[in-house]
């Protein structure tokens, strides 16, 4: 004969463990993948989108370079740098000409009017839906 009292607090353990571990698994699948990752093929760099600003490096600012120089700096009068097209240079270290680029983005593409300079969820989503428009803003 089994003992109930024995067997309820052990299955409890369990379950709280077993939800623990997808509580888990689920965050860091999160951190992994966001869900506001790029939509746009044109670039292919990375579909990983952390939030960069002056001083990031690494393929995920080369993936937004591309798509400032996309969506922005082609269209316009612009010498952010030596890129092609007098865009950013595509080079993964987010610096100067990429702030610059990046901050008139904010103000002409996403009217905001005191732009931080940081790609965020905002700026990553604002890009893409540019990029994937096929159109300079």
Request: a negative charge; glycine letters at 12%.
């Amino acid at each position: 004969m089994t003992n109930l009292s024995l067997a309820q607090p052990l299955r409890r353990r369990v379950a709280a463990a077993v939800v623990g571990v997808l509580a888990v698994g689920g965050t860091t699948m999160m951190a992994e993948a966001p869900a506001h990752a790029a939509t746009s093929g044109i670039c292919g760099y990375t579909n990983a989108q952390p939030q960069l600003y002056v001083g990031s490096q690494g393929i995920a600012v080369t993936q937004a370079q591309c798509e400032i120089d996309v969506a922005y700096a082609f269209g316009h009068s612009t010498n952010y740098g030596s890129g092609p097209y007098n865009g950013i240079v595509e080079d993964g270290d987010f610096g100067s000409a990429t702030e610059a680029a990046l901050k008139n983005f904010q103000i002409h593409c996403m009217h905001v009017t005191n732009p931080d300079g940081i790609i965020g969820p905002n700026t990553w989503t604002a890009l893409d839906d540019q990029v994937s428009s096929g159109k300079f803003c």
